[in-house]
């Protein structure tokens, strides 16, 4: 707590100094100590050590657990091998593109390893994109085959059964895996599905192209209570 503290002087001292904003200056120096912790443990092989204060699976919106348990490794060690890589100076693609292709992460949780690192090193806020725009993320583990809830997504008369009262557009389907939609007020919806054996898979949303972060809470819940209502539902489509 009291490092925690120190860290918050140093960031108004700093907002104080160059009057940028405590998210801009916060960011900046994350920026200045993550170089400093990375050139350390070059030295010694080892997994960079979060800065004195900073936590970052708070910072990614994504515990510990979660990362490690989905790719193998904690936040600590994707912010090393990324800084060490200079992924800092990266677009959100060549990112995502890095930690897919060299660690063979799949496509749901390349998502979560690049957004939480951008966030990390401030590049965005949680809820936020790269490009400035806000979005919602939601996912729950069903009790089906993932062909069974492509089928609940992708056709219009089952999904009204446990997404009632909301008119949408499926732009695009892959069976089994993913589906694109476009909600009755343009925002946009991607579903992503990823089997967890024969009859469980992890259904994962994306609702993006939202106004802020007051209409990213109001989705995350209403997602939540969706995707609810799609498990109990399910076992009687």
Same mark, same amino acid.
């Given at each position: ?156 008369? /089952? *999904?009204? !059964? #446990?997404?009632?009262?909301?008119? &949408?557009? %499926?732009?695009?389907?892959?069976? @089994?895996?993913? /589906? *694109?939609? !476009? #909600?009755?007020?343009?925002?946009? &919806?991607? %579903?992503?599905?990823?089997?967890? @054996? ?40």
């Amino acid at each position: 707590m009291p490092k925690n503290r120190d860290f918050k002087r140093l960031v108004r001292a700093r907002m104080s100094k160059t009057g940028e904003s405590y998210t801009t200056a916060r960011a900046q120096l994350l920026r200045k100590a993550a170089p400093r912790a990375v050139s350390t443990a070059a030295r010694t092989g080892a997994p960079a050590a979060p800065p004195p204060g900073i936590d970052y699976a708070k910072l990614a919106g994504l515990s510990d657990k979660a990362i490690e348990k989905a790719t193998g490794c904690s936040w600590d060690k994707w912010v090393f091998v990324l800084d060490r890589a200079g992924a800092h100076g990266w677009s959100h693609r060549a990112i995502a593109e890095h930690v897919h292709t060299r660690y063979k992460v799949s496509d749901w949780w390349t998502q979560g390893v690049t957004v939480g690192y951008e966030r990390i090193k401030g590049l965005r806020a949680i809820g936020q994109r790269r490009d400035g725009a806000f979005e919602a993320t939601k996912s729950r583990t069903i009790a089906a085959s993932a062909a069974a809830v492509y089928r609940a997504v992708a056709d219009a008369r /089952v *999904r009204r !059964t #446990w997404l009632p009262g909301v008119k &949408v557009t %499926v732009r695009k389907g892959t069976p @089994g895996k993913s /589906v *694109r939609m !476009t #909600w009755d007020d343009d925002t946009s &919806v991607e %579903v992503w599905l990823t089997p967890k @054996g024969a009859a469980k898979t992890v259904v994962a949303v994306a609702h993006r192209k939202l106004i802020d972060g007051n209409d990213v809470a109001r989705r995350k819940a209403f997602w939540d209570q969706r995707l609810k209502n799609l498990a109990l539902k399910i076992v009687d489509l």
